[in-house]
């Protein structure tokens, strides 16, 4: 109930995610004989809300969120920044994995930025994500992957602007509509840590979910809500500032915020005397 009530108030313009994420995730949770772990995988522009939503997903399972000792982030050019060292980081994050759910079964995996990630290096857990009862002794079946990933946002891009071109609303999108395509996307992307990658060969992604990108309208409400969590009431001109102060694209219809919601922070900053 919370990851709804949560995503419903504070993720403005993805109807797709909410719905795909709670459905996806309130299954997985109540299911008590899951036959592999759940993966997860978000794609789109920055600033649509991937890690606002894997955030919000952390902090519905688990009492100290993203601070819990049983989530786990890894962000590829912090983790994993050479590509000489490829064979030394499929060791370490396989033993990693092994050993947190070892600890505890319910462990919640987040790979950030899956563009920037050495193609091969995802391969190495695919083992975790397949169907077996056990691995040495180790049931993973219970544990959580998320990827988070910018691959596939020019597809995502393709379909939003052609329902908008033919006069039908972001709403009338269905995931249908966007995720045949958007995993072949991925999949022969050579700049994606999924190229040709055996996780989703082996139909071992249970959800490529798509952000949409963010139009004007919801580039307010993210200003309204930012305002708001500061404690000041919504002055209306401001809003109206920082949503005019975006790039758009296309560049002559400007419907799509380059950014998303990416830099409504710092822009409130400029307005705000904190």
């Not at 249908?176 to 991925?186: E, F, M, P, R, Y």
């Not at 840590?193 to 949409?212: A, C, E, K, M, V």
Request: glycine residues 6%.
């Amino acid at each position: 109930a919370a990851l709804q009530e949560n995503l419903d108030k504070k993720l403005f313009g993805q109807h797709l995610v909410s719905k795909v994420v709670v459905k996806a995730v309130r299954g997985f949770l109540n299911n008590t004989n899951a036959k592999k772990p759940l993966a997860l995988s978000l794609h789109g522009w920055t600033g649509t809300g991937k890690n606002f939503v894997s955030k919000i997903v952390a902090e519905s399972i688990y009492k100290k969120g993203l601070q819990s000792k049983y989530v786990h982030q890894f962000v590829a050019t912090l983790h994993f920044p050479h590509a000489h060292s490829i064979n030394l980081y499929k060791d370490q994050l396989q033993s990693w994995i092994r050993g947190n759910v070892s600890v505890c079964p319910r462990s919640l995996f987040i790979f950030d930025e899956m563009d920037k990630m050495h193609a091969g290096l995802i391969d190495s857990i695919k083992p975790f994500l397949d169907y077996y009862e056990l691995l040495d002794g180790v049931s993973y079946r219970q544990a959580i992957f998320i990827f988070l990933s910018n691959a596939g946002a020019e597809k995502i891009t393709e379909v939003a602007l052609d329902f908008w071109r033919n006069g039908r609303t972001r709403e009338d999108i269905q995931l249908t509509d966007i995720q045949n395509a958007l995993s072949v996307s991925v999949f022969n992307n050579k700049n994606s840590g999924f190229w040709h990658s055996t996780l989703i060969d082996r139909n071992l992604i249970d959800y490529f979910i798509p952000f949409l990108p963010l139009e004007y309208r919801h580039v307010k409400m993210c200003v309204r809500v930012e305002i708001e969590s500061r404690g000041y009431t919504v002055d209306e001109d401001i809003v109206s500032r920082i949503a005019d102060e975006m790039t758009y694209f296309p560049r002559e219809e400007r419907i799509y915020s380059d950014k998303g919601c990416k830099t409504v922070d710092a822009k409130l900053d400029y307005y705000y005397d904190f």
